[in-house]
């Protein structure tokens, strides 16, 4: 197996190990007076930097996933800090090459230009499942990354663990792994296998699935050497103190009911959907949301739009076309959204393509 420093840009790896003002105490001694960086010494209720290296939190992520501390690094921008972050550790600009798939999430193009990196689209079979021998031929010796999501957005799929995982061997980079939707997937997690494939890395976020949108906290999970270049390349207190507190807090609520409704909600939009006129074809789905083709996206996106609803319309995506991605909301609004859906004036199939 490989070993992912080799990965590394060469001045990431030169950068000197990451320490702030406080790293220099090493505890054992109680201090009274903290005159060390330069805080304001009132008591304001936040006036003390926050813990950098988000000891407390990086304990309670690691007892609930299963891993160690030494394996996590905590975006405070949510995963889409860990996405630029992993470009910029292993990509030099203008040199170095990534490969995802596509339709995928936006996020990753993105990045890829703020960096100045080329991203290589490969894109799904017509049938959105993964294309391995594709993925691995547009690889050449620049290639240090390869984006795959899982359960992908937006076309709701979650791959065959064993089909990433043969990607991990054969690929010569990263293989990186947005899981963002996992906890409502049948297929489940990696991370079992992070410890024997060293040039994996997984995200998670607590955006989805744990309802915390709002705090922007994402993790990326990876081999301790890897873990500790994100540590180093990161602003040092990229997670602010309070959210540090809150996401321990809400860490200790059961999130399976809520998780269990949503699926099952997920379930009947699965069932229910197909019936309408409409409605085309419901993808399958591993996430708490549904990839609809429709008759006409454009005017049901703008009926629903005038009805109040919003849903995302993704029909000017490639291989996406004629199509509205639809989040499993709470069954109110979901039997809503499916009696507007009936409702819908111009209901005939076959109206779209006979004019
Ligand atoms: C929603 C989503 C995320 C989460 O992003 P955050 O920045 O953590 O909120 C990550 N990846 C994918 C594919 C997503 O759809």
Redesign the pocket.
């Known amino acids: 197996m490989q070993n992912p420093s080799k990965y590394i840009r060469p001045c990431i790896r030169a950068l000197e190990p990451y320490s702030t003002a406080r790293d220099d105490f090493k505890g054992g001694i109680d201090i009274s007076i903290w005159v060390d960086a330069n805080e304001n010494p009132y008591p304001t209720g936040v006036n003390r930097y926050p813990d950098p290296h988000q000891r407390r939190l990086k304990e309670a992520i690691a007892k609930l996933k299963g891993v160690k501390p030494e394996n996590i690094f905590i975006?405070g921008?949510?995963?889409?800090?860990a996405?630029d972050l992993t470009y910029r550790i292993f990509c030099e600009p203008r040199v170095d090459n990534a490969i995802a798939i596509a339709p995928?999430?936006g996020?990753y193009q993105v990045a890829a230009a703020v960096n100045d990196v080329e991203l290589r689209a490969v894109a799904l079979r017509p049938d959105y499942s993964l294309p391995v021998e594709e993925l691995l031929g547009a690889a050449d010796e620049y290639t240090k990354l390869m984006w795959l999501?899982s359960p992908?957005?937006p076309t709701a799929n979650a791959f065959p663990h064993e089909q990433i995982l043969e990607l991990a061997r054969r690929f010569d980079g990263m293989v990186v792994v947005?899981e963002?939707?996992v906890d409502f997937s049948t297929e489940g997690s990696l991370l079992p296998h992070l410890a024997s494939y060293p040039n994996l890395i997984i995200?998670q976020?607590?955006?989805?699935a744990w309802g915390m949108?709002s705090l922007?906290?994402?993790m990326a999970f990876s081999a301790p050497e890897i873990s500790e270049i994100y540590a180093r390349v990161k602003y040092p207190y990229n997670l602010n103190g309070p959210t540090q507190e809150e996401v321990i807090r809400r860490l200790h609520t059961d999130i399976r009911p809520m998780v269990n409704e949503i699926i099952s909600e997920r379930l009947r939009m699965e069932r229910e959907l197909p019936g309408l006129p409409c409605v085309v074809k419901v993808y399958p789905s591993d996430a708490n949301f549904l990839l609809v083709k429709v008759t006409d996206a454009d005017n049901l996106y703008d009926y629903l739009l005038s009805h109040g609803v919003i849903v995302r319309n993704r029909s000017r995506v490639k291989g996406c076309e004629s199509t509205l991605r639809f989040t499993i909301g709470t069954p109110e609004e979901n039997t809503r959204i499916l009696s507007l859906l009936k409702d819908y004036p111009n209901n005939d199939k076959t109206s779209s393509s006979a004019t």
């Not at 921008?77 to 800090?81: I, N, P, T, W």
């Not at 976020?205 to 989805?208: I, R």
């Open positions: 975006g921008a949510g995963s889409d800090e996405i995928s999430y996020v999501c992908n957005n947005d963002a939707y995200l976020t607590f955006s989805k949108a922007r906290v994402g």
